[in-house]
């Protein structure tokens, strides 16, 4: 079986081994820096596995070394931002863990693809990549698929319509900035302008934009883990399984979209390889407008990294 290993074992990592071990998809190490609370969480989850008939292992570790020859490397390690702290000073601590992560763990599974959610995600994946120098293609961030999902879920939630028929796009960085494709995106084929009023979906659109927002002020000592940890699911068996599905993630642009040196959201499609494809729609000139303005926050964001930490 293959083999993930999910850095960080808070509430998103270990829920995505929770998800990953209950469909069989890979065998799981959780790796955390503190002692005890991986190798707990994943003793807990195995012990699971003979009530729903599975046989994947789940492991938990505080030792790099316990992740040689990993599949795929999910980096889910990082601080929130909390009251106070500007967003130079999250960058830099996310930075400087990261850094460490992508350095650590490229040195047991150099083959490994790389799968992102630290935040600012567009900026941490771009960190991952100078670290292992890795090659664009196995280095990719999550965010697309939990936005687009986010945008799915409130269209549901408004026309009564199965999730199933429901087909939505947002493009861009991970942020207030992020591109909703509402041209793109469809009902069973229908346009959403065509079976939703205007008003009702821009407030959705501006609902998707501030999902994370909104599930953090409700929490209030947390942030979103279900729905992210699942997106994470979904991009590494799309991988492991060389399903050739096309999803929106974060990956590395080399003119496509008219960008250059930046992790993007962007429609890939992924297989063995990682991203093997980079889609490009046919955007009118609002969309690229919007696109463009997410590519300057996006931008800032990587030169603010590069003026901060070495690369």
Known sequence: MAKISVI??????????HWLAEREIADVVLVDIMEGMPQGKALDLLEAMPIIGKDAKISGTNDYADTKDSDII????GLPRKPGMTREDLLVKNANIVGSVAEETIKYSPNATYIVLTNPLDTMTYMTMKKTG?????????????DSARMSAFIAMETGVSVQNINCYVLGGHGDSMVPLTRHSNIAGVPLEKYIEADKLEAILTRTRKGGGEIVG?????SAFYAPSMAVVQMAEAILSDRKLILPCAVYLDGEYGQKGIFFGVPVMLGKD???????YELNDDEMTALQASANAVTKSVEELKGLVEL
């Not at 960080?8 to 081994?17: D, F, K, L, W």
């Not at 890795?134 to 939990?146: D, E, R, S």
């Open 74 to 77: 999910v980096i889910t390690a």
């Open 8 to 17: 960080g074992a808070g509430m998103t990592g270990s829920t995505a081994a």
């Open 218 to 222: 409700l929490l209030k000592t947390g």
């Open 274 to 280: 990682g991203v093997e494809k980079i889609i490009e």
């Open 134 to 146: 890795l090659p664009a293609n196995k280095v990719l961030g999550q965010a697309g698929v939990l």
